[in-house]
């Protein structure tokens, strides 16, 4: 996995697609950004290990299975470079700007936090907004998906379906959570394996440590010129 130059071609491409993501305003405000990654880094994110295979999804909620969860954080996971170059560009005050000037939302001083996910045949989300700790979501499709639509489901309220994001390796949805922000996983089929990154930037209470990219650096924003 470790080649020259991938961290200057990581941070181009991402930087590049948020710069580029497209605004949607239905049912809530939310961005899609596509060819996030350079091909071989995606490529290299397909591949990565999982052991997911015993997931219990009965209830609806990615907590139900916080044992076998896992997030590039250290050593623990972040074993290879381009894992930890695609921290770093999230880490980055250039990336603190970017988003405060795309979304305007001022993520300085929050923890980042990046899990790795690799859900199966069965597997939902009931809907949910994020609002509270994680100050920005984003997901990052990663897996062919061989015709499936496995797109992330958003919702008008709580009770009410609006749509599916089109589901594209490479794509990534992000938003700024909010009291309208409802989303999940409608129940569909999954034949095969839907892998994909979840990006959030949490507060400085996040009591869960071992889930931070960076448990010991709060993000920077740099200063704004008057």
């Known amino acids: 996995m470790n080649r020259p130059n991938s961290a200057r071609l990581i941070n181009a491409s991402i930087f590049q697609a948020i710069r580029q993501a497209k605004q949607q305003k239905a049912p809530f405000k939310h961005w899609t950004a596509d060819n996030l990654l350079p091909q071989q880094t ?11 295979s015993d997931m219990d999804y009965s209830e609806g909620q990615r907590s139900t299975n916080n044992k076998l969860r896992q997030y590039l954080h250290g050593d623990s996971y972040m074993k290879h470079r381009e894992e930890q170059e695609f921290a770093a560009a999230f880490q980055s005050p250039h990336m603190m700007n970017l988003l405060y000037d795309k979304c305007g939302i001022d993520l300085s001083n929050t923890y980042l936090r990046i899990e790795y996910t690799c859900d199966q045949e069965g597997f939902w989300l009931e809907p949910h907004t994020d609002i509270g700790a994680k100050k920005f979501t984003l997901l990052l499709y990663l897996s062919e998906s061989h015709g499936e639509e496995w797109g992330t489901s958003l919702y008008s ?12 390796p490479n794509r990534a949805m992000f938003f700024v959570p ?21 990006v959030n930037y949490v507060v400085p209470e996040w009591r869960a440590r071992h889930e931070l990219a960076y448990p010991e650096a709060l993000t920077k924003r740099f200063p704004v010129a008057a």
């Open 157 to 168: 309220d709580k009770e009410t379906f609006h749509s599916n994001t089109p589901w594209v």
């Open 42 to 52: 995606l490529t290299d994110f397909q591949h990565l290990p999982t052991s997911m």
């Open 178 to 198: 909010s009291d309208d922000s409802w989303h999940g996983f409608e129940r569909r089929d999954i034949n095969g394996a839907r892998k994909s990154l979840i």
